[in-house]
Every structure is written in structure tokens, then in C-alpha cells.
């Protein structure tokens, strides 16, 4: 049974960082690709980043690039995404989703982040920020 598990989410000051984990099961890490997602209130969801491990290769969004990173330990089955110089925009409920059709982030690019390509999600962890 394929089981994606969100942590480490809470409230933040601008400025500040959180490190998100997504704990997978039912499945290994170096033939799935792990995306990132976010919903912030009012909003449709967007893609934030993903991790292929089978090259070791990511993909960011614009809004996010050079402030968060996404890391794989595929001993623990668990993907981070290490957030810094978090911003009010960053707020929203984050979610992690496991597909085995992206091979390559590096290659898909912007495609990697597109949800309609994944196919398991987890239930989402929010993060806040505010001062």
C-alpha cells in the first residue's frame, strides 16, 4: 500500500526556515519521482519542486529557487524540502506526491511539477507565515 506521510510544518517568522519531510511507504524511492505542491488560501494548487533519485536530479519553481531545496534519503524512504528566507507569500498547505512517469526533473522540467502527473499524495502539513 503506497502511503505518502507529511511533517514539520507549523508557523514561522518571515525570514525564518522549516524543513519539511515526507516519509513514503509501499514503494522505493529510486523509481518514483517526489514533487512538492502547495495551496496557499484562496488559490489553486502549484507545483514547488521535485526529486527524481534514479539521476539525482531536481527541478524548482520560479517562486522558490534558491530558497528551498529538496533532498531524497532513499535509506530513511524520506524526502525533505529545506525551506529558507521564508516569505507571507510561502504560507499555504504543502503537500508531497509520488509518480513513477517522471524518470528525470532535471529533463521534464516545469513538466515535473505539473500535478496532473502524479499519483499519490499525501494529506498535506501547513506552513505559516507571519510575524
Known amino acids: 500500500q503506497v502511503q505518502l506521510v507529511e511533517s514539520g510544518g507549523g508557523l514561522v517568522q518571515p525570514g525564518g526556515s522549516l524543513r519539511l519531510s515526507c516519509a513514503a511507504s509501499?514503494?522505493?524511492?529510486?523509481?518514483?519521482?517526489i514533487g512538492w505542491f502547495r495551496r496557499a488560501p484562496g488559490k489553486e494548487r502549484e507545483g514547488v519542486t521535485c526529486?527524481?533519485?534514479?539521476?539525482?536530479?531536481?527541478y524548482y519553481a520560479n517562486s522558490v529557487a534558491g530558497r528551498f531545496s529538496i533532498s531524497s534519503d532513499n535509506t530513511k524512504n524520506t524526502v525533505y524540502l529545506q525551506m529558507n528566507s521564508l516569505k507571507p507569500e510561502d504560507t499555504a498547505v504543502y503537500y508531497c506526491?509520488?509518480?513513477?512517469?517522471?524518470?528525470?526533473?532535471?529533463?521534464?522540467?516545469?513538466?515535473?511539477?505539473?500535478?496532473?502527473?502524479?499519483?499519490?499524495w499525501g494529506q498535506g502539513t501547513q506552513v505559516t507565515v507571519s510575524s
Open positions: 506526491a509520488a509518480t513513477n512517469r517522471i524518470t528525470s526533473a532535471q529533463h521534464m522540467g516545469v513538466l515535473s511539477i505539473i500535478d496532473g502527473w502524479y499519483d499519490y
Open positions: 509501499g514503494f522505493n524511492l529510486d523509481e518514483h519521482a
Open positions: 526529486i527524481t533519485s534514479s539521476d539525482g536530479t531536481t
